[in-house]
Structures are given as C-alpha cells and as structure tokens.
C-alpha cells in the first residue's frame, strides 16, 4: 500500500514539473517571430499580432505599461 501511495505521490509531482515546460515548447512552436532579450527573456509574437513574455526560467511575465525590452543585440 505505501509503494502504492509513494508511486502515485511521485507521479504527481513530476507531472506537475514537466507540464510547464510542455507549455513553452507550444509557445515556440506557433509563433510567427521570437526575440532573445538582453536579461535572458524571449519575447513570442504571434500570428494574429498577440505577444507573450517569458522569463530567462521559462516562466510566463506581465509587462508594465510603458516597461520597454531590449533584445540581446540591442534593439529596443
């Protein structure tokens, strides 16, 4: 019963480590142009003119109104 418990347990929380990094692969996958930003972000512009922002950890960010990215070879 514990190794029942233990495996289930282990599923669990390797599940929930690998799903995020399944969402920024879809996210590189459709869109149309990435940029490398200069703090090691990337910038995702999509299709139909929609952006997302993640970090140098692959984790989804909001920008400021008026927060402006720099890309790794200095492009505002």
Do not use: C, N
């Not at 690998?18 to 200069?38: E, I, N, Q, R, Y």
């Not at 139909?48 to 400021?64: C, P, Q, V």
């Amino acid at each position: 019963m514990k190794a029942r418990i233990t495996a289930v347990v282990a599923a669990t929380v390797l599940s929930a480590i690998v799903t995020p990094s399944f969402a920024g692969d879809a996210a590189a996958a459709s869109a149309k142009k990435m940029f490398l930003l200069k703090d090691g972000g990337t910038l995702y512009v999509f299709e139909d003119g929609k952006m997302a922002l993640e970090d140098k950890f692959g984790r989804a960010i909001h920008l400021k109104e008026g927060q402006s990215l720099e890309t790794v070879d200095g492009r505002p």
